[in-house]
């Protein structure tokens, strides 16, 4: 994996981001289901790290799977986000990390069935997003 972009120390991250926030995107937490400010949201806009700011998703891309975070079916570009194997929770998963800043977003699931372009969900944390509605 290439060195990320944006470059903090753990004192620096924890001076940008909420105690929470730093949980999720620094340490690979999860926030709890159905409490993200995005799991429902309809707005119409894109979605960034809020760590960093990068683009990460579109709402073009959001769907309801209702699981009880957002769920994408494609990141907005391919290199915007890093796939890498998560064997932590005793299973295997792929965690999705913001290719900017290497900030834990959340994980990727194949096979699900549900009826989107790609078979894939992107079960991202509300709080590692930040959206910014179309027209900002």
């Known amino acids: 994996m290439t060195s990320p972009k944006v470059q903090l120390t753990d004192d620096e991250w924890r001076q940008k981001l909420t105690p929470e926030e730093f949980q999720v995107l620094r340490r690979a937490g999860t926030e709890r289901p159905y409490t993200g400010e995005y799991t429902d949201t ?3 806009g894109v979605y960034e790290c809020r760590a960093c ?3 990460l998703f579109r709402s073009t891309e959001k769907f309801e799977s209702h699981c009880g975070w957002p769920s994408f079916f494609d990141p907005a570009d391919s290199s915007a ?4 194997p998560d064997d932590s929770m ?3 998963r792929i965690e999705v990390l913001c290719a900017n800043c290497h900030s ?4 990727v699931f194949e096979g699900e069935g549900y009826p989107t372009p790609t078979d ?5 944390n509300s709080i590692s997003l930040r959206l910014v509605p179309a027209g900002s």
């Open 42 to 44: 309809k707005t119409e």
């Open 120 to 124: 894939q969900r992107y079960c991202i």
């Open 104 to 107: 834990h977003l959340g994980h």
């Open 90 to 92: 005793g299973m295997r």
């Open 81 to 84: 986000v890093i796939l890498r």
């Open 53 to 55: 700011g990068a683009e």
